[in-house]
């Protein structure tokens, strides 16, 4: 069951981008999980890890920083792409350090994520 439809966590504090997001990834095959905070999608990792997350860097008291901080720190596998409106020097590096597997800008282009999601998800399916 796990295995035909890849389930994606979406963290993003704004409702319309979880939206659009949710849109584009249900019409591609995948399962998508909506969490608007950081401490939701944490706390969500202790029943269930998704097979990727799509997460935004700047959301209010835990932030997607923290985020990447807390999965390292539990040792959890689990690929990310950040998505971010707010590109920074040393911003890439720094969530490339603490794991994040692909950095992409706002707005996202559809290929683009869907080729980052590919790269992403294709080292869990290689260990299946």
Same mark, same amino acid.
């Given at each position: 069951?796990? #295995?035909?439809?890849?389930?994606?966590?979406? *963290?993003?504090? +704004?409702?319309?981008?979880?939206? #659009?997001?949710?849109?584009?990834?249900?019409?591609?095959?995948?399962?998508?999980? +909506?969490?608007?905070?950081?401490?939701?999608?944490?706390?969500? *990792?202790?029943?269930?890890?998704?097979?990727?997350?799509?997460?935004?860097?700047?959301?209010?008291?835990?932030?997607?920083?923290?985020?990447?901080?807390?999965?390292?720190?539990?040792?959890?596998?689990?690929?990310?792409?950040?998505?971010?409106?707010?590109? +920074?020097?040393?911003?890439?590096?720094?969530?490339?350090?603490?794991?994040?597997?692909?950095?992409?800008?706002?707005?996202? +282009?559809?290929?683009?994520?869907?080729? #980052?999601?590919? #790269?992403?998800?294709?080292?869990?399916?290689?260990?299946?």
């Amino acid at each position: 069951m796990h #295995a035909s439809k890849p389930m994606l966590a979406v *963290l993003d504090d +704004e409702p319309d981008m979880r939206k #659009a997001l949710r849109r584009l990834l249900t019409g591609r095959g995948f399962g998508v999980e +909506e969490y608007a905070r950081g401490s939701d999608l944490l706390g969500a *990792l202790d029943s269930r890890v998704p097979d990727c997350l799509l997460l935004d860097l700047h959301m209010e008291a835990v932030n997607g920083f923290d985020v990447l901080e807390g999965i390292r720190s539990r040792r959890i596998i689990l690929p990310v792409i950040v998505i971010t409106a707010h590109d +920074e020097p040393g911003t890439a590096e720094r969530v490339r350090a603490l794991g994040a597997s692909a950095y992409l800008r706002k707005p996202v +282009e559809r290929e683009v994520l869907l080729a #980052a999601l590919d #790269a992403a998800l294709a080292p869990a399916h290689a260990k299946h």
